[in-house]
């Protein structure tokens, strides 16, 4: 079982374990559809920024076809980290207000703040200090749509099915890339060149999915363990029944709610009268929870400089390099790209982290994506870039084909793998009481990467005589990230998949450098220990009543 979740499944016949077949009811699918695709913020986002910055009349109107090579690099650089930069301030922010007004009030705030910035941006009027402050005021909203969504789906999802719930907002991040790459085809295609509205038409995508998920957040209820924290456990009782599809007086509604305060009681009394002092020690003065702050960022740093999220938002630059000729054609290779990716995080969220498990699923991921970096590293490495005029050979072509091939193979590597995985494992792995803050912490370094990536690679892409690496030393420079990604999460991560948010403290009682290939054994034998010991208990209670009678 180390590193597995289960035996293969049909995915149509879930495997619910001890979870009644009523939670799995239409009222869970709404709300997991319902903050799922808060996904998509990031991916649409991500999918239209380049072709945003490729439209003539934006860089007309801003003067980017004035400026020189490196000087356009660093303004699109820019211009693309904005968001990240915004997301930083928003996934702190989310801490604050997820644990203050809640999940739902959480949800509708960024939803405006996400509008403002939009409209900010698609109102720039050829100022350049507009356009970084609308998408520094969108990535606010942007940036905590990473916290709040993937809290509230772990915390309202039934053990059996958390992967492929939680897992629901890292596919709508490609539902995000995938719509954005082809709204940027489609524009290109049967909108006029040269007209505002090539770029504004795509642009407003962001609006209608704002404004969607600000009317659905009014037909879902608030988290049920959101609520016995803020001591409402009546209203918990109740919100956790109607998800569950069950009555408010079943054994499992009141069995989960139990586990629930149990767990924040002990929390509670850990660090009983010490307040914040009490919050930030229970974080890093806690060894197993030290541990697992560690996991989230680590798991941010490795995969953010992994290189795949570059290639997501330069793909065209990228087909570009690899012999994708023509701007329709780049941005029907990306369009592909975003399919690809999408698929790929369809499998992972239904067959794969609660089938095979996440660490497998994981280790999968982040083979495919090396494989594939290795060898855009050797191709550009051995196949020199064409002069204006020049073709490839027969044997050229072949080898950029099977490159452009590997763009997609890393593309659905990294959506099985640490896409994936980033978002669960920070969901799921913090304790109740300081779930909210470790989650917003971890997404803020998430975004501090992606901000450096994002505007470093324009810069690391440049010649080595201009102060870059070169192509192929960038994808050099991923490809070993992206080893170092693997070795480290095969001796690292413990395997998550199968158990509830109450029980996930069984995986972090060894020592820091066994947890990773041992936690989950000794996870599972300390929970038939645990049933064993209750077993013993019933039995002995049985005799003790019979010899009372006597």
């Keep these: 079982m180390a590193g597995g979740g289960g035996k293969p499944q049909n995915i149509f016949k879930l495997n619910r374990g001890d979870d009644p077949k009523e939670v799995l009811n239409w009222r ?87 509008i403002l910035g939009i409209v900010i941006f698609l109102t720039n009027g050829g100022r350049l200090g507009q356009v970084y402050a609308g998408r520094f005021i969108a990535g606010l909203g942007i940036g905590q749509t990473t916290v709040v969504a993937p809290v509230y789906l772990s915390e309202i999802a039934p053990k059996s099915v958390r992967g492929l719930c939680t897992c629901a907002f890292s596919g709508a991040v490609y539902i995000g890339i995938m719509l954005a790459y082809f709204a940027s085809w489609g524009s290109e295609l049967h909108i006029r060149k040269g007209t505002s509205t090539q770029w504004v038409v795509p642009t407003t995508i962001h609006v209608m999915f704002a404004g969607l ?138 067959f794969l982290v609660d089938v095979i498990g996440r660490k497998r699923s994981l280790g999968i991921g982040i083979g495919l994506q090396a494989f594939s970096m290795c060898y855009i590293a050797a191709y550009l490495t051995a196949v020199p870039e064409l002069l204006e005029g020049q073709v490839f050979t027969h044997s050229q072509k072949s080898a950029s084909t099977a490159a452009i091939v590997m763009i997609y193979v890393s593309g659905f590597g ?12 920070n969901a799921e792995i913090y304790p109740l009481r300081i779930r909210a803050i470790s989650s917003s912490m971890v997404m803020c370094f998430h975004f501090v990467n992606q901000y450096g990536n994002s505007r470093a690679v324009p810069n690391m892409l440049l010649s080595k005589s201009a102060g870059g690496l070169g192509h192929a030393g960038t994808f050099w420079f991923f490809t070993v990230i992206t080893l170092i990604g693997g070795a480290w999460a095969w001796f690292f991560i413990p395997e998550t998949a199968g158990r509830n948010l109450e029980g996930m403290d069984r995986l972090f ?12 054994r000794d996870a599972d034998e300390r929970v038939v220990a645990e049933e064993k010991m209750e077993e013993e208990k019933v039995v002995a209670m049985g005799t003790t009543q019979q010899v009372e009678r006597v």
């Design 213 to 350: 998920i600000l009317i659905l957040s009014f037909f879902n209820y608030e988290s049920p363990r959101y609520l016995v924290k803020i001591g409402q456990d009546d209203k918990a009782t109740a919100n956790l029944a109607r998800v569950r599809g069950l009555s408010v007086d079943d054994h499992h509604v009141i069995k989960e709610i139990s586990e629930i305060q149990q767990q924040l009681h002990e929390e509670q009394e850990a660090t009983l009268g010490q307040g914040w002092l009490g919050i930030v020690k229970e974080m890093f003065l806690m060894p197993n929870n030290f541990y697992r702050i560690y996991l989230g960022l680590f798991s941010q740093l490795l995969s953010q400089w992994s290189g795949a999220q570059s290639i997501t938002i330069y793909a065209p630059e990228f087909f570009a390099m690899l012999g994708t000729k023509g701007q329709n054609e780049k941005l029907f290779a990306t369009a592909i790209f975003g399919v690809v990716k999408f698929v790929a995080a369809i499998i992972c969220a239904l």
């Design 414 to 425: 990294w959506a099985m793998g640490w896409n994936s995985m980033q978002y669960l494992l």
């Design 509 to 520: 009682m060894l020592r820091w450098w066994q947890i990773g290939r041992f936690g989950e």
């Design 28 to 114: 869970l699918w709404f709300a997991v559809v319902s903050f799922g695709i808060m996904g998509a913020a990031r991916g649409i986002d991500e999918g239209l920024i380049s072709g945003t910055l490729a439209k003539s009349h934006f860089a007309h109107k801003l003067g980017l076809d004035k400026m020189s090579t490196t000087e356009l690099a660093n303004v699109k650089g820019n211009i693309s980290a904005m968001v990240q930069i915004g997301s930083v301030g928003g996934a702190a922010l989310a801490f604050i207000l997820c644990d203050r007004i809640g999940r739902l009030w959480a949800t509708r705030q960024l939803c405006l703040i996400w």
